[in-house]
């Protein structure tokens, strides 16, 4: 199912408590284009899928990634993304979006979008598993 712009937005500004649907709408896509980056394949175009279509877009037209980010690292790019950012300000960022990504996803989906990152991003899609 997919959420609709509206929907997904909402549920972005209520976890990342931002004031404006703006300041979700500008976390969204950031995190979204660095993410684009690091999936490829079946799993991308799925994730895809489920998000409203602007979001959808960017996903599948990410930004380019020389090499796969660590999690830590991946917090530390939004964060040079987003004017202001800081690192823990990222880190609440990327976590609304993605945990919100995670929902829209499933289970099942989720658990081969994982198998593509580097280990840590479980925590950062609001999904730890268990070592």
Request: hydrophobic share 50%.
């Amino acid at each position: 199912m997919t959420l609709r712009w509206e929907a997904f937005l909402a549920h972005v500004q209520e976890r990342g408590e931002y004031e404006t649907s703006q300041e979700a709408d500008r976390a969204a896509r950031v995190v979204l284009a660095l993410l684009g980056a690091h999936l490829v394949g079946h799993e991308r175009a799925e994730l895809a899928a489920r998000l409203p279509e602007a979001y959808a877009l960017i996903l599948l037209n990410p930004l380019q990634a020389a090499e796969p980010l660590s999690a830590e690292r991946f917090v530390q790019a939004t964060a040079a993304w987003i004017e202001g950012a800081t690192a823990e300000t990222a880190k609440w960022d990327v976590g609304a979006v993605l945990s919100v990504v995670a929902d829209a996803s499933g289970e099942e989906l989720m658990q081969r979008v994982l198998l593509q990152l580097p280990p840590g991003y479980d925590l950062l899609f609001g999904r730890p598993q268990s070592a």
